[in-house]
């Protein structure tokens, strides 16, 4: 029989499903929601590889020297940082321009902040903020504090870069172990 990495795999798949929605995603909020829904399941991608493949043979040696990788790889100590500071501390991971490009019409009440442009409204009797896209009003985003090796790069494409580490390996493991 042969050895696969099925739970990783759910987890790497679940994160570009996260992607897809992080790029049709038509504001601020949404981006966010995609972004953390991506950063959760990254994390979870090798999670529980020591207790399954622990009796595999060679898989420990091989084992410490990835984790070394991934603890030490520039790209991969940033999202892991970043995944602390906004799942555990509760940090907004984006920086966020808008651009007003020819006439545009606003109904209020309205407010812009960091999750975009905001339609209040009244619901069960309490103020709600509800991020909307509004045509002429171009949005453009990036993560925060990025490595400099990865500066210029758009969010997107650094989820992407991570994503293929962490695909890297996985092949690697079913390459060597089966």
């Known amino acids: 029989m042969s050895i696969y990495p099925y739970k990783a795999e759910q987890y790497i798949n679940e994160a570009d499903k996260s992607l897809d929605r992080m790029e049709s995603s038509k504001t601020i909020y949404?981006?966010?929601?995609?972004?953390?829904?991506?950063?959760?399941?990254s994390r979870f991608v090798f999670q529980?590889?020591?207790?399954?493949?622990?009796?595999?043979?060679g898989f420990a040696e091989w084992w410490k020297i990835k984790s070394q990788f991934l603890e030490s790889d520039e790209?991969?100590?940033?999202?892991?940082?970043?995944?602390?500071?906004?799942i555990k501390k509760g940090k907004e991971p984006f920086?966020?321009?808008?651009?007003i490009k020819g006439p545009v019409k606003l109904k209020g009440p309205l407010q812009i902040g960091p999750q975009g442009i905001l339609?209040?409204?009244i619901e069960r009797g309490?103020?709600?903020?509800t991020s909307i896209a509004v045509n002429g009003v171009i949005t453009t985003v990036g993560l925060r504090d990025v490595p400099e090796g990865?500066?210029?790069v758009d969010p997107i494409g650094l989820c992407e870069k991570y994503i293929n580490i962490l695909r890297d390996i996985i092949d690697e493991f079913i390459i060597t172990f089966n």
């Open 30 to 41: 949404e981006i966010n929601e995609a972004f953390i829904s991506f950063l959760n399941a």
């Open 48 to 57: 529980s590889w020591n207790t399954d493949f622990k009796k595999l043979d």
């Open 75 to 86: 790209l991969c100590k940033f999202f892991r940082k970043l995944r602390n500071d906004v």
């Open 95 to 99: 920086w966020c321009n808008q651009t």
């Open 119 to 121: 339609k209040g409204s």
């Open 126 to 129: 309490r103020p709600k903020w």
């Open 150 to 152: 990865f500066k210029g």
